[in-house]
């Protein structure tokens, strides 16, 4: 399996600027990268970019508060 890049979006959540690589499988549908921090790329596949995004839009804000508490109870 070797995905094609077809594009880079940026999601906006608690004030920081989220890159999302989005990449074209071998069966079509799209997988979109999340580039939280490194090691820290939650993956998300769709049938089309707009609807990965969309996904990603509405659970982001979610997404980023559960990996914030995960981090703070690892360190507590």
Do not use: W, Y
Not at 10 to 27: T, Y
């Amino acid at each position: 399996m070797n995905p094609q890049l077809i594009g880079v979006r940026h999601l906006e959540s608690e004030g920081r600027r989220i890159p999302v690589l989005l990449f074209r499988n071998d069966s079509g549908s799209v997988t979109a990268r999340c580039l939280i921090k490194r090691g820290d790329t939650p993956i998300f596949d769709g049938p089309t970019p707009e609807a990965v995004l969309e996904l990603l839009a509405g659970v982001i804000d979610d997404l980023l508060l559960a990996r914030s508490a995960i981090a703070t109870s690892a360190t507590g």
